[in-house]
């Protein structure tokens, strides 16, 4: 009887150990997407920027070419 209830301890010890580990993992899956989310709206960010500047730049090649071409 004893060494059943020793083993049960052992073994609750083993499951309590183990889902200590896996709730740490757990953790640091989250943060991990946390930061990898917040990258990807920086990204995101910096890209939107970059098109706005780019449909910027063709508004005013389009304008500057019919500027020139009425010139000529």
Sequence with gaps: MEEELTRAVSDRDAF?????DAT?????LV???????RAHQLTKGALDEALAA????RTE???WRGTVEGES
């Design 16 to 20: 309590r150990g183990r889902a200590t």
């Design 54 to 57: 780019a449909e910027a730049s």
């Design 31 to 37: 943060g991990q997407l946390g930061a990898e989310q």
């Design 61 to 63: 090649a389009v304008v």
């Design 24 to 28: 740490a993992s757990a953790a640091a």
